[in-house]
């Protein structure tokens, strides 16, 4: 993978100022994120074997209501990740277990321009992850979602 500056990302004045904030992109965790709206489930299989969730601040999940793209400046998205837990009563169900997980997308067109508007933050038990981790956020989104600005999930209707 390239470094940040071979892939024109340059760490914000925030990410270098406060060791709460994602490396890159200078994302943090929003407050009251998890009062957000439902955008979608999902199940990731093994070997990461999660139950996921995703999230919308009003301007994100009116978006995905609407079918707007590109998603508007003022997004923002949130994937929350568990370990899935079989059952231990139903052979058929699961549930979630320890979180593994919290992640951000930031759609600002003009901060984010060298990732076509898009900010991104991992974090494990409030803190951000590695500036590797970081480093394949936005090649990921965008060998996956090209198509649909660069968000993968899709509307569960």
């Known amino acids: 993978m390239s470094s940040s500056n ?3 990302i340059t760490p914000t004045t925030n990410s270098a100022a406060n060791g709460n904030a994602s490396p890159i992109y200078g994302v943090t965790i929003p407050s009251g994120y998890r009062e957000w709206q439902a955008i979608a489930p999902s199940l990731e299989a093994p070997p990461l074997d999660e139950l996921r969730i995703i999230l919308g601040n009003p301007a994100g999940f009116q978006a995905f209501r609407e079918g707007t793209l590109p998603f508007p400046d ?40 060298a990732t076509d508007g898009w900010g991104f933050g991992r974090f494990v038990n409030g803190k951000p992850t590695s500036l590797a981790e970081h480093k394949t956020c936005f090649a990921c989104h965008q060998s996956l979602a090209k198509d649909h600005d660069f968000v993968i999930t899709r509307y569960a209707q």
């Open 6 to 8: 071979e892939i024109g």
């Open 74 to 113: 003022g997004t923002i998205l949130a994937k929350v990740a568990w370990k899935r837990v079989p059952s231990t009563f139903s052979t058929t169900a699961s549930f979630p277990g320890q979180a593994t997980t919290v992640q951000f997308m930031v759609k600002d067109s003009k901060k984010y321009a």
